[in-house]
Structure formats: C-alpha cells, structure tokens
C-alpha cells in the first residue's frame, strides 16, 4: 500500500493526464454511439426484420478483437485518439442498440392501441410513451457500455492514445505491479463511479436528460478540439516507441539530444506502441516523426530482403539503402550494440539437456514447452522460421506479453524462451542464452527511423541523433534496461545520466 500511495503521489500529474483522457475518451466514444444506436433502434423498432439483421451486424463486430480493429484503422485514420474513439464506438453500438430496441418493441401492445385510439401523433407515443417506458432498458444498455469502453480504453495506449493503459502497458513491460495496479485501480474505480452517476441520472425526465447529454458532448467535444488545435499548432517533432524500457530510454535520449540543439523545439514521446506494423504505419501516415527501429527487422519484417551479408555493418548499409529506396525516409547511424532475438533457458534446462546451441534444443524440443513474445511467435524472422531452420518440434508453444514469458520460465511453466540479447532478466535469472549456430537470426543494430520532411525542416537534428553512431555497448544496454526495467528507475533519468557520462549533453 506505501508503494502504491507513494507512486500516485511521484506521477501525480502524468495520472490526472492519463485519468483525463481516459475519461474523455469513454465519454465520446459512449455518447456517439448513443447518437448511432438510439435513433437507428427508434428507425427500426416498426422493422422487425431489419431489427433483428442490426442486432446480429452489432453482435458481430463485438466479437472481432480489439486490437485488430485498431490495426485496420490506423492506415486510414491514423493514431491517436481517433482510431481509439472509432473502436470504442463500434464496441459500444451493441448494447445500447439491444437494450433500446428491446425496451421499445415489448410494451404493451394495448397501450398503443389506446394511444391510436385517442388520434395521438407517432412523436407524441414516442417521447410520452415509448421512450419514458423504454428509459430503464435503455439507460441498462448504456451502463454496460460504457463499464465496456472504460475497459477496453486501456488498449488505447497501444496506438498512442494515453490513457491509464499506459500504466498497465508499462506496469506489464517493466515487471512493475504497482504501476500496473495503479492503472487496473483506477480504470476499475471508474467504470464504478460512472456506473453509479449513471444510475442517478436515470432518475431525471427525458428533457433534462437530454440536456445533460448535449452539455456533457460539447464540452467534450471542444475540450478534445482545443487540445488538437494546441497540438496542432505547438507540436513540431513526435519520438515514438515500442513496448519496453529499451524503446523508452532511447527515445528520451533522442529529445535530450534534439533540444540541446533547438530548446525551442517542442518534443512529445509516444512511447509504448503495440507492435512493429503500428508503429511504422503510423511514420508513414506522418504522425509520428522518428522512432527507434532495428536492420534485422527493417530487411525481415518491413521490406523483406534476403541478406547479402551477416556482417552487422554490411546489414546495415543494406537496410539503409533499401529505406531510401523505397520510402520517404532516412535511416540514421547505428549504435554499438546489437539487440538481437536469441533461445533461452534456466540453468537447470541447459544441465538436464546439454544445451548450448539451438541445434542441441532442436533434438528435444518434443519433451520442452516455449513460451515467445507476441512479434516473435508471428514473424518470420522468428519463431516461424527458425522452426523451419532447426526443425524445431516443441511439445506446447505459448504467446504472450515479453516480461510474462520470463515469469512463466522462472516458475518452470515453460522451458523455453525468446530473448533478446540486452534483457536484463537474462542476468537477474542467470539464464543460459543458446547460440545460434546456423546463423539464423540476422544483425539487429538500433538507429532511428526519421520521416525526411523533419531533416528538411530541421536539418540539426540529423546531426543530434548521429552522436549516438557507434554508442552504447551490449553491456551498458543491459545496465540501462536493469535500472529501468528490474530497479523501475526512471527512464529519462536513466538516459540522461548515460548522456552526460560521456559529455555527449552538456
């Protein structure tokens, strides 16, 4: 409990960020789709048929995952909090939908034959019959939707949206439970407190109701639209990130090195991005400006290429051209180090089975359950190709979250993990790391990834971010990622110390 109290206090103003975000976020997102959904189950409650076929379409997309529906999003809307607010929405459609609809075909049909009865207009059985009788159902619809959009508005962060999943993200990555319990908490206590305030609402008249609503969408609305102008016209540069402290301590590093430059340059970090494909379509859709991406996964994953070489210099010099040649991008200088994908095992593993290359794994996989990473299990530059390569034949393969895989290990679940070679679980765990003795995997040397519009604009930033070529070592990566990772210092202390270690900040 100190932890936690002492961490809400440290990230006071971060967490009112993330609580405001995440409110605003499941508030527009609910009040849209009561916009859609409500007046589209008044259109059809004289349409059995029709009812029933938008009942089934709201079933269907509610079972279509989350995180592929803001896959599909981002190459036409971006990042951001749209693509985030257009999934929402669709996640919300379903139960008000139903519970408007429900609520207003099954009244009593004497009722309306009483009201046809006296000449009363179809606007008056709406709003004095219809809809004040269907109120209780409807307002059920729209408390299970947006307990619904709270939670699955931590996915958010995934694409750059903020929110409190940015904690739990960070919480999962950095093996930190009381960060992640601060954002669990806090998405909890707000699904519950809006749920109360909801069922206070529903005692109100349909006019103050409505009235309420449209107050609670304005302001709304022009609360998100001035923070968009503000971005819009003081954000010049935006450094993103993957999951982990790694992606974290370099992007800090890049804005240090970019203001000591320019001061006046405005700087935003979007840390935390899902995924590889994320990421990069979000550079190329001009919304992010620089991010820190590998050779290996430039020529295995975002422009596959066979690799002329397994020469870490020779990889990149490919992996360079092969940006320039087919995006509006630059690819930077790399540093030092390589974080390249490797098979891990505890010590007890290796001893039991005399493991020491990926070839010895190989002949008893069948008896060894593996847990991977998420883009290591999916692509071919991982799992799905080395199991080519070494005819790999595990006896149960497992995906999950990168810090979970080393907790399933630690508590022997699993004998078999992906790693990569600057983990600092691999010397906190003492684990036995198997070589890659056909030469699977390819050279994986950071640098960052920059739109050429930005080098244009700002030409000094070219020359900032290059004062990291040939920097950091293996050894001081893994330094870095203990402290953030297993010590949860802050990464931008942590980068900023490296920084002025070696006078590279003055």
Same mark, same amino acid.
């Given at each position: 409990?100190?932890?936690?109290?002492?961490?809400? &206090?440290? &990230?006071?103003?971060?967490?009112?960020? %993330?609580?405001?975000?995440?409110?605003?976020?499941?508030?527009v997102s609910v009040a849209l789709a009561m916009l859609i959904a409500i007046p589209l189950a008044i259109a059809l409650m004289n349409h059995p048929r029709l009812g029933e076929v938008m009942l089934q379409i709201t079933g269907v997309i509610q079972t279509i995952p989350s995180l592929a529906i803001l896959g599909l999003l981002i190459p036409i809307v971006g990042i951001g909090t749209v693509p985030a607010i257009i999934a929402l929405v669709l996640y919300a459609l379903m139960p008000i939908f139903q519970n408007t609809y429900a609520g207003l075909t099954q009244i009593d049909a004497n009722l309306l034959e009483a009201a046809d009865a006296f000449g009363l207009s179809w606007w008056y059985k709406l709003f004095k019959i219809r809809l004040p009788l269907a109120l209780p159902l409807i307002f059920s619809g729209i408390r299970i939707a947006l307990v619904l959009v709270i939670g699955t508005a931590t996915l958010a962060s995934l694409i750059g949206g903020g929110g409190l999943g940015t904690f739990i993200m960070q919480g999962i990555q950095n093996n930190n439970n009381t960060e992640l319990l601060v954002g669990a908490v806090c998405s909890a206590a707000l699904a519950i407190i809006f749920s109360i305030g909801l069922r206070l609402l529903s005692h109100l008249s349909l006019k103050k109701l409505a009235l309420v609503i449209g107050l609670l969408i304005v302001g709304l609305g022009g609360a998100f639209g001035f923070q968009a102008y503000q971005q819009q016209q003081h954000q010049e540069v935006v450094i993103a990130g993957k999951l982990g402290?790694?992606?974290?301590?370099?992007?800090?590093? *890049?804005?240090?090195?970019? &203001? &000591?430059?320019?001061?006046?340059?405005?700087?935003?970090?979007?840390?935390?991005?899902?995924?590889?494909t994320f990421i990069f379509r979000a550079l190329q859709n001009k919304q992010v400006d620089i991010y820190p991406e590998f050779t290996g996964t430039v020529l295995q994953n975002l422009y596959p290429e066979k690799l002329k070489s397994h020469n870490p210099a020779q990889v990149y010099q490919q992996a360079h051209q092969v940006i320039q040649e087919k995006?509006?991008?630059?690819?930077?200088?790399?540093? %030092?180090?390589?974080?390249? *994908?490797a098979l891990a095992v505890d010590q007890q593993t290796a001893k039991r089975y005399h493991l020491k290359t990926v070839s010895d794994l190989a002949r008893v996989s069948p008896q060894l359950s593996a847990a991977f990473e998420n883009d290591f299990y999916h692509q071919q530059d991982g799992y799905q190709g080395l199991k080519r390569k070494y005819q790999l034949h595990f006896k149960n393969v497992k995906s999950m979250e990168p810090s979970l895989r080393y907790e399933a290990l630690k508590n022997h679940q699993v004998q078999v993990v992906d790693a990569y070679t600057t983990d600092p679980q691999i010397k906190v765990q003492k684990l036995v790391v198997l070589k890659d003795d056909l030469a699977f995997f390819p050279p994986y040397q950071g640098a960052p990834l920059v739109r050429n519009e930005l080098i244009k604009r700002h030409p000094e930033i070219q020359k900032s971010l290059n004062r990291l070529h040939n920097r950091i070592s293996e050894s001081e990566m893994i330094e870095m990622n203990y402290k953030v990772t297993v010590k949860h210092e802050k990464a931008q202390r942590v980068a900023h110390e490296y920084l002025k270690s070696y006078r590279l900040i003055r």
């Open positions: 409990m100190t932890s936690f109290i002492n961490f809400i &206090q440290a &990230q006071g103003d971060t967490l009112r960020n %993330a609580l405001f975000t995440h409110i605003g976020l499941s508030l402290g790694e992606p974290e301590i370099l992007m800090n590093m *890049y804005r240090e090195l970019i &203001q &000591q430059e320019n001061p006046k340059l405005k700087v935003t970090l979007k840390p935390n991005f899902g995924n590889t995006s509006d991008l630059t690819y930077l200088k790399p540093m %030092a180090y390589e974080n390249r *994908y």
